[in-house]
């Protein structure tokens, strides 16, 4: 059984393919939805632990290997693996900045690397430990995990806005007040 986490399962290909991440078993598979068929696997690299989906603008699929640090792009038509380039040591989150055709990679050492083409093409380092990013209206959005922030971007990749969630009193235990304040955010 595949456990399906937070964006490692992705409708592709116009809505052809379902391409689901096995992170247990080094692999990724493919389900023809026009058949409702398993069209196959992609077998990944030994230790490579495929997490985060997506697909690019050329409707192939760019696979975040958390296990190696490394993005993986395969094609659900094919059933091949293209390429695999090197990312960072603690990748984590992963997205497609359309307007730029490039793929954008949250690392937790607070590394975001902008890839084009397989190749990496900038690094910037916004804030420690990056969990997930997001490219919403045009703009860039990072999130912490630990500090439970959300830092939107400017175009240089310097954070340009913090959003840190509010600490919530809650009702008293034993008498003391108590706050909930936030930790952890993915």
């Given at each position: ?33 026009t058949t409702s068929r398993v069209k196959g696997k992609i077998t990944l690299p030994a230790g490579s632990q495929p997490q985060r989906v ?133």
């Open positions: 059984a595949i456990e399906i986490a937070g964006g490692t399962l992705v409708v592709v290909g116009g809505g052809r393919y379902a391409v689901a991440a096995d992170p247990d078993m080094d692999r990724v598979w493919v389900v023809e939805l997506i697909e690019d603008a050329d409707g192939r699929v760019a696979v975040a290997l958390r296990g190696t640090g490394q993005i993986a792009i395969v094609s659900p038509v094919s059933m091949s693996v293209l390429g695999i380039s090197d990312v960072c040591p603690e990748l984590r989150g992963l997205t497609l900045d359309a307007a730029n055709q490039t793929l954008l990679a949250a690392c937790a050492g607070g590394e975001l690397v902008t890839i084009k083409n397989g190749a990496v093409q900038e690094i910037t380092r916004p804030a420690p430990d990056l969990r997930d990013v997001v490219v919403t209206g045009g703009k860039r959005f990072v999130s912490t995990f630990r500090s439970a922030q959300l830092i939107e971007l400017d175009a240089h990749g310097t954070p340009a806005k913090t959003i840190t969630w509010p600490s919530v009193p809650l009702a008293p235990v034993e008498g003391k007040p108590t706050t909930f304040v936030p930790a952890v955010a993915w």
